[in-house]
């Protein structure tokens, strides 16, 4: 600072000490600015509005002496950089020390020497500049340092967001359903995540650094791993189905896309897969479309059965009547013979067929599985032979079921069949029962399974076991592995419809060499259902009578054959093509006949309807229902309605005629409209 703008502020309560140091500082100073003031306060406001580069500042003034004016100055951060001089006329040594505690910068005793005062000054003003130079720079040091802050902090700001949003991603690739490997660019796995281990059972720490080669089924050749490390490689993303082998050795299914991951300059650093699992789903749309395939050829089957029976039907009576009009040395009769033996075989194929479709007619009563298969045990022994041994685990409770005995004999029998021929070298058959408590597992994997209790019977064999492409396909109609004429593959299609149709599941498991194990579920019964059975000691009854028959049926031929049993067996048929013909017949007739036997399924008014009419009237005291096939008008899904009358067709003579007496001659409760 150059001297001739030096300023100086003096503060004394005697107004003729601030006109000598006035003179004195101008002479020393020319040019030099004073500025003065008798009042330590307004002093305070100078030394703020002129900011000089010394203060001469009294002791003792009246109103603010010096010690507080000098306090005050240094406690102020602008202020405290003039230095301030006391001037006092007392030598006293007290003053000096308080003087200098309030912050003083010199001392100097009245009267004032004048060279001793222009040194205090001259100095003063040095260490003022020094002071200023000083304060700047640290100001643009603190400014400097409070950029820098704030930079730092906006930065960290930053990087907290981004912080979190990385943490955002990590939660969500560890917590999704898909699976995420990352692999450094030469394949080696970096980061597996959880979904990773859910699915295949390796730890991540199994597979860091390895490859996801450890997952490989050997279930796609070479040449697709190639495709894939050749789309990959040359930065494309594949995506495709594959199979994989978890760590205990099970294969799943996942459909897997794999991208690369490149830097800035475009090299591949790592590579991430995402897979999904579609395994389960696989399962169920599997499931689906077997039980939809399933389905249509169940009813493909049961139509072609349908009307294979009325053919048939007619063909075994025909026969029949053919064998009966000749004597018994006619070579004819061993061919009509033949012809019946046939017709019985093509029988046995469209019964299965219809059992297949669920569409046979049932006749459920509440048995005992466990007396089933103890009953059949000593029948299953003679059909299978003596190298294959037969054992029961039964369980202790009865096992009861709603089904059809002798269909349920017939399920077993043919499982007992199969076992046999899976066990050519002998082995074990093993039957066992159980009652399931409603199992959740169970009826997950079987959607159609009933809920609540169920009775469960196994039949398990030491035999060949299948594949999985067999048993894939074991059910259906006319699927065998058997050799021509040693199978028809009707029998687990049976099987299938009979379970079906009565309420349960079955299902099956087997591995090649390692037996089969066929379980049927039905729904365990409470023994409330009654026996509704006819009593069987009409078997040795007449099967002539002279009753009145009106025979309904549309089938001419079927119609002509019903006619001619009955006449040849005594009755009086009246005969109608249509339910609207019966009707007009029976009136012409002017009274009730004794026994009404119709066709259920008719064109126009269905045999149900006809005869629940003729009762109606009071035209026929009892109802013979015929038919080979299913019809909700008499029976539900194939379950005989109780108090109903039923003949299967195709039915032999003899069948017929037997059935009309044990009609007619049984309670009117059995043969209701
Ligand atoms: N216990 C078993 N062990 C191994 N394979 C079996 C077993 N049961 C059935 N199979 C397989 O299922 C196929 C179909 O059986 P299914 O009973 O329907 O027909 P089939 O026995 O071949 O002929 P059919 O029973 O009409 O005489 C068989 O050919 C066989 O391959
Ligand atoms: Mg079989």
Redesign the pocket.
Known sequence: MAENKLKVLAIDDKPDNLTVLKAVVGDAFPGAAVFTTTDGRQGLELALARDPDVILLDIVMPQMDGYEVCQRLKADARLKLIPVVFLTATKNKESRIKALEAGGDGFLTKPLEEAELTAQIRAMAKIKAANTAQFMKMERLEVLVSERTRALEQELEERKAAQAEREKLMTAIDQAGEIILITDAEGNIEYANPAFEKVTGYSRAEVLGKTPRVLKSGKQDAAFYGSLWGDISSGKTWERRMVNKRKDGTFYTEVSTISPVLDAAGRIVNYVAVKRDITEQLRLENQFLQSQKMEAVGVLAGGVAHDFNNILTAIKAYAGFIRNDLPPEAPMRADAGEILTAADRAGTLTR?LLAFSRRQILAPRVVDMNKIVGDMTKMLSRVIGEDIKIGTELEPAPCLALVDPGQLEQVVL??A???R??MPKGGKLTLQTAILAGDAGLSAAHPDLPRGPLVCLKVR?T????TGE?KAR??EPF????EQG????????T?FGIVKQSGGEVTVS?EPAK??T?SIYLPLAENTVQDIRANKDGQAAAKTGSETVLLVEDDESLRRLGARILKSSGYTVLAAASGAEALTVLEDHGKPVDLLVTDVVMPGMTGRDLALEIARRKQAGRTLYMSGYTDDAIVKHGVLEPGIAFIYKPFTVEALALKLREVLDGPADQAKA
Do not use: C
């Open positions: 299965q043919n499982l069949v199969n076992a021929d899976a064999d035999g060949t076991g299948m067999v074991i059910f699927y065998t592995t058997k040693k199978g028809t593959g009707l029998g687990l299609s099987v087997s037996g089969a066929f």
